[in-house]
Nanobody, 120 residues
Framework: QVQLVESGGGLVQPGGSLRLSCVAS????????MGWYRQAPGKQRESVAI???????NYADSIKGQFTISRDNAKNMVYLQMNSLKPEDTAVYYC??????????????WGQGTQVTVSS
């Protein structure tokens, strides 16, 4: 019923930038929080950044001042601007959204992930 599709990942040199995008589609009544998570090889998935429908943001300490999350409610999209990328930012990045498909309770949805590799 609901799909999240990420784009914008790829290979970038240390110090470079990437912008990830995620669009939600399907039977959407309302979108609450949207966010980005990442999972590096051999590590658990971790929260990177979250943004509410009102625009309030929360960032992981490890990327504060380096990444910026934003969203376009009219387009059902969330973005992650990543600057000054480091090799330790290499991971699969997942889009996450808390979406209601009816006036009933919302559910959490995940995208399929997009690979970000920071390497020279």
């Amino acid at each position: 019923q609901v799909q999240l599709v990420e784009s914008g990942g790829g290979l970038v040199q240390p110090g470079g930038s990437l912008r990830l995008s995620c669009v939600a589609s399907g039977r959407i009544f309302s979108i609450y929080e949207m966010g980005w998570y990442r999972q590096a090889p051999g590590k658990q998935r971790e929260s990177v950044a979250i943004i509410t429908s009102g625009g309030s943001t929360n960032y992981a300490d490890s990327i504060k001042g380096q990444f910026t999350i934003s969203r376009d409610n009219a387009k059902n999209m969330v973005y992650l601007q990543m600057n000054s990328l480091k090799p330790e930012d290499t991971a699969v990045y997942y889009c996450n959204a808390y979406i209601a498909t009816s006036p009933d309770r919302p559910y959490t949805y995940w995208g399929q992930g997009t690979q970000v590799t920071v390497s020279s």
